[in-house]
């Protein structure tokens, strides 16, 4: 990729973090769900069966973990922040530093009286795992050793 695109996509990329970094945290910090009656009232306009409901009720907040995880450790390693250009293992570090930020929010949430849940930080977790994982196969020269390489054993031609 050419630098003026890179640093373009970086931009963009940071733009795109900021913003969602604002609305996560006013989401989590929140004292009750402010997505689950417009969820519930789409899914009913769509014409889904009532255990259908329920059970996106009761499993919507996980769906959100893992896709914001991911989405936000994806932001941090394509938004080229200078603290992580010069680590070694970027993916690693992206990782914890979405990890630590779900922490933080689930102290913040503790606060406020809506409990520290460990299934969210280990939905979170999933979803970190799974961008770390997309980052290092997409991208293997940039990522340190996140996920070793398959060596291909010596052709006997």
């Not at 889904?48 to 994806?74: M, Q, R, S, V």
């Not at 606060?111 to 979803?127: E, N, P, Q, V």
């Not at 997409?138 to 291909?152: I, K, M, N, T, W």
Request: charged residues 15%.
């Amino acid at each position: 990729m050419q630098p003026g695109l890179r640093r373009f996509m970086a931009w963009c990329s940071r733009v795109v973090l900021i913003c969602l970094a604002a609305v996560f945290t006013f989401l989590a910090l929140q004292s009750h769900s402010l997505i689950q009656p417009y969820l519930n009232h789409f899914l009913r306009s769509l014409g889904i069966p009532y255990k259908g409901l329920l059970w996106a009720e009761l499993n919507f907040d996980y769906f959100t973990h893992i896709l914001g995880a991911f989405l936000l450790t994806l932001l941090i390693y394509s938004s080229d922040i200078p603290w992580l250009r010069k680590s070694r293992n970027k993916v690693l570090l992206c990782g914890a530093t979405v990890m630590s930020l779900a922490f933080v929010a689930e102290i913040g949430q503790w606060i406020i009286g809506r409990g520290f849940s460990l299934k969210d930080l280990a939905t979170g977790a999933f979803g970190i795992f799974c961008a770390m994982y997309l980052l290092a196969r997409l991208e293997p020269d940039r990522c340190g050793s996140a996920v070793p390489q398959r060596r291909h054993p010596p052709s006997l031609l």
